[in-house]
């Protein structure tokens, strides 16, 4: 085992344990599925093991395809605050921002990356890399005897152009490229597949809670369980516009007694979250009805708690991945306003799991409107939790691996 | 009463590739349907109803969806609704029909047919992988019990994708139930399932009491 090795934790679910969430059947088929790639390898990489939705999948996500006879192993890049600096104005420029690094960067970058190879092995039948931090291993490729797989989490339909250049020949040299949703696609010389991510139902961020577990959390952050609780659960980030939530929330305030928690925290490779969280401490004032909750990254207790206390779930992105925050909410039965941008459409379709918002006088509006319509607001809450059910839970996405492994060796 | 062959449970299992073609107007759409692949217009129509079976109102297939949520454009939404797949058996029907009612509408609304939807479509392509289950069936009683406890995929495979793959106006459990146990009124009634306004899982219901009824339970 290398030293950027990931060991995911002791005591994780089992694909039994899912059964009592999809039926027995469903994994019955899992397990017919990975039969015929049993002994083969698969290699994960990724930018950090902590924080972050990409982190959180990939922790549920290897065990099971371990448990499938497959031999999976994960490994995370390593880099200093030089890097990660470099990597989150990557991020942010390839979600369409300027990038105002000086060219030295790309070279940074590069020295990094062979950094990393040197230090990792690359010997698998399926390599996965995510997202563009690890992008460049591709120089690690030897030979073809392997398959190369580059899953980006990103939304690229409107990518800064020169980040994008430099990392496009690194990008064409996989053999597929797989992204969130079709809008985030690029013309590229490689077959592009769609998987939607995922999220855990028996993890701590997702399993049931005793309605106890529920109020004790709320009563830590002196929330009150008693008034309407409009929740956005995100990463302090720009791109999430946690202002334009909390002008939305003054919209919906002057006409229901409410409550705003914006709960987050950062991730190891996101410099920028406590800057941004000062912003909105400034903007929020003395409201003692806005919560603004700074958790570190071992708080999935209380971001479930916080959902299920939920009267609404908030996702006002300006750009997003997907939105795992939003299939989070849906998960737990709870109607959800969101932002038509990303991932989003896919998850909230319109007036059946959900409601979509193009401004903040539009997010107001459908707030206001589930208010005052809990009947409606209970139904699309009902048909996005069967939709997570079947399309957003982990067992799906160790299900389109596998069938993309069984179609790639075809 | 034993089959002479039993029935063989299968599942299917897909991932979604996603293609060149993409439409921002209605007439972008019709180009699209015009020139995408077969395996195109399946994920759109038969695989989209699957993936969104829990919805029991308001869903038809993709093509309807974007017609109304993106182009807001409800009577060609309800056209395109309309479209029954159990009434095709291949692709190249569907896609014929498909595209009969948008260039209808097109030409008798030529603005509307020109203006910008709110948001893109984009035409993607099921890429299937067939996976055989250990489970067979010779009896009605064993067919009963293995209906019980498969899973989604297999009742999507069997009772709504199965048309396209058998070339027939049924599914394989009515085919196999007629052809292999001569119950052809149950094969009947099972076929009349609706499955726009049932779930997976309703259907499911709905065949087991059928069987039992059969059964004289």
């Known amino acids: 085992m290398s030293e950027t090795q990931v060991q995911t934790e002791a005591r994780v679910s089992t694909l039994d ?9 469903e994994i019955a088929e899992l397990r017919a599925l990975a039969a015929p790639l049993k002994g083969r390898s698969v290699q994960m990489v990724n930018s950090t093991s902590v924080g972050g939705g990409v982190a959180e999948m990939l922790i549920r996500v290897v065990p099971l395809i371990q448990e499938l006879d497959l031999n999976i192993r994960w490994d995370v890049i390593t880099g200093g605050d030089e890097f990660f600096a470099i990597t989150k104005a990557f991020h942010n420029a390839l979600h369409g921002g300027s990038y105002d690094m000086p060219d030295e960067s790309f070279q940074t970058f590069l020295a990094y990356t062979e950094q990393n190879r040197a230090r990792m092995q690359f010997d698998c039948d399926f390599t996965i890399i995510h997202d563009p931090q690890p992008a460049a291993l591709i120089e690690a490729r030897t030979n073809r005897s392997g398959h190369w797989v580059w899953r980006c989490h990103i939304d690229l339909s409107q990518p800064n152009r020169r980040v994008w250049e430099f990392l496009q020949p690194y990008v064409n040299r996989y053999d597929v490229a797989i992204f969130s949703s079709p809008a985030f696609a690029r013309r590229l010389p490689l077959p592009q597949y769609l998987f939607y991510p995922s999220i855990d139902p028996l993890s701590e961020k997702n399993r049931e809670l005793e309605p106890e577990c529920v109020s004790r959390v709320l009563e830590r952050f002196h929330i009150d369980p008693d008034r309407p609780i409009l929740t956005q659960v995100s990463r302090f980030d720009r791109l999430k516009d946690p202002l334009g939530v909390l002008r939305a929330y003054r919209l919906v305030k002057r006409y229901f007694d409410c409550q705003l928690v914006l709960a987050g925290g950062s991730a190891s490779d996101d ?33 479930n708690a916080l959902q299920r206390a939920s009267t609404i779930i908030i996702q006002k992105s300006l750009r997003e991945g997907f939105g795992l925050t939003v299939t989070e909410g849906l998960w737990k039965k709870k109607p959800v306003v969101a932002s038509a ?5 896919t998850q909230v379709i319109h007036k059946c799991t959900g409601l979509l918002a193009y401004s903040v006088e539009g997010t107001a509006y459908q707030i206001r409107y589930l208010l005052s319509n809990p009947n409606i607001a209970a139904r699309l809450a009902e048909w996005g939790h069967e939709h997570v059910r079947e399309n957003f839970l982990i067992t799906s996405n160790v299900r389109r691996y596998l069938t993309l492994f069984l179609h790639l060796l075809r | 009463m034993r089959a002479r062959e039993p029935f063989q449970f299968a599942t299917a299992v897909y991932v979604v590739r996603i293609g060149r073609e993409e439409a921002t ?20 129509t038969f695989q989209s109803l699957g993936r969104h079976h829990f919805l029991t109102e308001g869903f038809s297939n993709d093509f309807a969806q974007w017609a109304l949520t993106s182009s807001n454009r409800h009577a060609l939404a309800e056209q395109l609704a309309s479209l029954d797949i159990r009434d095709y058996v291949s692709m190249a029907e569907l896609r014929s029909d498909l595209r009969r009612l948008l260039f209808e ?39 009963r019990d293995a209906i019980r406890e498969v899973g989604h995929g297999t009742l999507q495979f069997h009772y709504i994708t199965s048309r396209v793959r058998l070339h027939l106006r049924t599914n394989d459990f009515s085919h196999w139930l007629s052809k292999e146990l001569g119950l052809r009124n149950l094969a009947r009634k099972i076929d009349e399932i609706d499955i726009y306004t049932n779930t997976l899982d309703s259907i499911r219901t709905t065949m087991l009491q059928l069987i039992g009824k059969e059964l004289g339970q």
């Open chain 1, 341 to 345: 941008v990303g991932g989003i459409p």
């Open chain 2, 105 to 143: 509408y097109c030409e008798e609304n030529p603005r509307e047919a020109a203006q910008a939807a709110f948001e893109t479509f984009y035409f993607c392509e099921s890429v299937e992988q067939r996976v055989p289950l250990r489970l067979e069936a010779w009896t009605l009683e064993e067919f």
């Open chain 1, 271 to 303: 410099p920028e979250g406590g800057a941004v969280l000062a912003e909105i401490q400034e903007a929020a004032g003395r409201d003692p009805d806005v919560h603004l909750l700074n958790l570190p990254p071992w708080s999935a207790l209380e971001i």
């Open chain 2, 25 to 44: 107007t209605l007439l972008e759409l019709l180009k699209g349907i015009e020139t995408c692949t077969d395996a195109s217009i399946f994920n759109h």
């Open chain 1, 17 to 25: 344990d899912y059964a009592g969430v999809v039926g027995t059947a």
